[in-house]
């Protein structure tokens, strides 16, 4: 298989996968968010720009939550990638932002090219206590805004 065609079923794969770690805090259905490998991060050593808009066309808002428990975490970085019009992950479309004190964000971009299936975000979370989590976000077809819950698990 292609390397093309392999990170294309990955991330098809991943479309009834993302936010399956989702839940309400205070939900006892509380699971955590299985990660899905380093997706581009692996292959740069670049820090993301701390920014919260690459541009306009879609807004990806999120909560970040830890397991157990569903409490809401605030001070992770949230680092986000998405392929820039030239169909290249590049500084373009990296950018990241700190979840709020109430373990939001928000992150403005262009809607991502669809050069392996279905456009497509990924999505690195980091800090503190927690584990790493790699995850991608897949938008449904004339998506405009979308939402992720991403569920964390103590490292410590």
């Keep these: 298989m292609t390397p093309r065609l392999l990170l294309a ?13 989702s839940a309400a ?3 006892t259905a509380c699971r955590p ?15 993301a720009p701390r920014r919260s808009r690459i541009g306009r066309g ?12 569903c409490a809401r975490v605030s001070g992770v970085i949230v680092e986000l990638w998405q392929e820039s ?10 950018a990241s932002v700190i979840t709020s004190r109430t373990g939001t964000f928000r ?3 262009p809607v991502p090219p669809s050069d392996f299936g279905r456009p497509h975000i990924h999505v690195h979370v980091s800090g503190g206590e927690y ?19 991403i569920v964390l698990v103590s490292g410590v």
Excluded: C, K, W
């Design 25 to 27: 805090p205070g939900s």
């Design 107 to 109: 992150f403005e971009g």
């Design 9 to 21: 079923a990955a991330v098809v794969g991943t479309v009834g996968f993302v936010g399956s770690g």
């Design 33 to 47: 968010t299985p990660s899905q490998g380093a997706g581009p991060f692996q292959s740069s050593r670049a820090e």
């Design 85 to 94: 019009p030239n169909g290249r992950y590049d500084r373009r479309g990296h």
């Design 131 to 149: 584990e790493d989590v790699v995850t991608t976000y897949v938008l449904g077809r004339g998506e405009r805004r979308g939402r992720i819950t």
């Design 58 to 69: 879609h807004v990806l808002t999120g909560l970040v939550l830890r397991y157990p428990g």
